[in-house]
């Protein structure tokens, strides 16, 4: 097919899109499929539909976004194809329009609300697998809670006579909540993946979260493997020694080493908490 045809066809996939992940999937074969060639048009016109539609339609966009970054990974590039090519995808382009993609599914004011706190976590995603750099991303939820503020500090004002223009249906309100919960429940069943180890059985394809974070190029992340990101995550999510941590420690002390004339035992001795 020649480019025109492809990009018609495939926004009209884009205006059929829901939140289902058999309508995902058929989208991210078709812009996988059609990268080589197409890979700019393709990128333009998702980002022409997340700057119009319902917000959301904007939200399905976005989730698209992440399914594709995730097929991008584990994508090998064409035989014959230059190192230029080779080395860009769809990860690059969301690294490079982050601030565009976030401000067509989260606009300005109370209207895009409903659609931060899902946008938040897929970055936060996006940051676990270093799918984009963990920087860009601190700075864009950064914004993102600015934005958030602002639109509380808004809502404490009197709203105006025409503040109800664009409430949503009740068939819209509906559709959201059914939406939300299939996105959801993908979201939740992606976070249980956790990376394994670099080897993998040759029938299995690799996840995303599962492959060697190593850019050939020397870039940003490119001696940090699977092991040293989880490692990371699981640093940051711990907390401080405090109070609570002490008391699990001196309880789990009495579970273990009990009176010594209970059991006629006398050489057990309690862990050292100094």
């Known amino acids: 097919m020649d480019p025109f045809e492809v990009r018609m066809q495939f926004l ?39 700057q119009k539609g319902s917000l959301n339609n904007r939200m399905n966009i976005l989730h698209l976004l992440d399914s594709l970054c995730e097929a991008s990974l584990v994508t090998k ?31 300005d004011g109370r209207q895009g609300l409903p659609n ?14 270093r799918v984009v750099d963990p920087q860009k991303v601190d700075d ?28 949503l249906t009740r068939d819209d309100i509906k559709r959201r909540m059914e939406e939300d919960r299939e996105r959801h429940k993908r979201l939740r069943e992606r976070r249980w993946v956790q990376p394994v180890g670099h080897a993998l059985p040759a029938v299995l394809p690799p996840l995303a979260s599962f492959l ?31 109070e609570d941590d002490d008391e699990a420690v001196a309880e789990e002390n009495e579970l273990c080493f009990v009176d010594a004339g209970e059991y006629g035992a006398s050489d057990e001795q309690a862990m050292d908490l100094s």
């Open 140 to 167: 864009a939820i950064t914004a993102l809670d600015e934005r958030r503020a602002a639109a509380a500090a808004s809502a404490t004002r009197a709203s105006s006579p025409d503040s109800s223009a664009g409430a």
């Open 12 to 50: 009209g996939l884009l205006r059929r899109l829901d939140a289902s992940q058999q309508s995902i999937k058929k989208i991210v074969g078709y812009a996988v499929k059609y990268f080589p060639s197409c890979g700019e048009d393709l990128w333009d016109c998702m980002l022409e539909e997340c």
């Open 212 to 242: 060697p974070l190593v850019d050939e190029g020397g870039g940003p992340g490119s001696d940090l493997g699977v092991l040293d990101i989880e490692f990371d995550n699981e640093w940051e999510a711990t907390s401080d020694w405090n």
């Open 77 to 107: 590039p064409p035989p014959g194809a230059s190192h230029s090519s080779s080395s860009s995808s769809y990860t690059t382009y969301v690294s490079r329009d982050l601030q565009k993609i976030l401000d067509g599914v989260v606009p």
């Open 116 to 129: 931060l706190m899902s946008t938040k976590q897929i970055l936060e995603s996006w940051r676990t697998k």
